[in-house]
């Protein structure tokens, strides 16, 4: 009897670490996947112009955090029945960082992308404010989402996309604000820039915010390599 149930146990803790390793690996598939599934080359220029007429929220105050411990936020990753909204792509080559954007900040499509804050604004106009989560706590989260900023450095070049052109800005400041400090999205007279935000810790206690001038455009045919190179980025479903 003794024999069981040490036997018991030991089958016990097995299948607790099995699980501990796993369910941050398979969470890692799910954001990777579905990132990949959604770049903006897998999108046509049709679907752009019609998810741009889509409702959308612009809540963002309302998205969950994303964190293996989180019951709420592996709800969240479940695969959606229909497409998401995509309007665009924003690649950062220097930290590997492909993504699409999404009309809006619905919680699944922050799950696996990008998301715009503001519901009127257009890329290369005013203040292009996107946001994203900051991953903890599963596998590979420092190269998922916006996680890379935390590696972006002044100087690198930002690209975003509609498909018709290209638009590239060069960072040009990096800090930290607390999340009552909503005005980081507003439009800086004299300049256009991309503001990029996500949260420093699991919490959410502050806002990283990466921002950076445009500094030129491009038709979609006519890109640089580099930001050609950094579209065609995957991420690596299996990665631990």
């Known amino acids: ?76 990753l479940k695969t959606s029945n229909s497409p998401l909204p995509v309007i665009g792509g924003i690649t950062i080559p220097s930290v590997n960082l492909n993504l699409p954007i999404f009309n809006g900040v619905g919680e699944e499509a922050m799950s696996y992308g990008a998301g715009t804050l503001k519901e009127e604004q257009s890329m290369g106009i005013g ?35 509609d498909k018709k052109k290209v638009y590239e800005y060069q960072v040009s400041d990096k800090f930290i604000v607390n999340p009552e400090q909503v005005e980081v999205v507003d439009d800086i007279e004299g300049r256009k820039v991309i503001t990029l935000i996500t949260c420093t810790d699991y919490q959410g206690t502050q806002r990283l915010i990466v921002r950076g001038d445009l500094i030129a455009e491009y038709y979609w045919d006519d890109m640089p390599e580099e930001a050609k190179n950094g579209f065609n980025l995957e991420y690596n479903d299996y990665s631990v």
């Open 1 to 76: 009897m003794k024999k069981k149930l040490i036997s018991l146990i030991k089958f016990a803790l097995f299948v607790v670490a099995i699980s501990m390793i796993a369910l941050p690996i398979y969470k890692n598939y799910i954001i990777s996947s579905n990132s990949n599934k959604y770049q903006i080359n897998k999108v046509s220029k049709e679907d752009i112009e019609r998810n741009k007429k889509q409702k959308a929220s612009f809540e963002w105050e309302k998205v969950k955090s994303l964190n293996a411990a989180s019951i709420s936020s592996l709800a969240s």
């Open 127 to 161: 203040n292009y404010s996107l946001i994203s989560h900051h991953v903890f706590g599963i596998a590979n989260a420092n190269n998922l989402l916006f996680s890379p900023l935390d590696r972006v450095e002044n100087g690198k070049k930002i690209y975003i996309t």
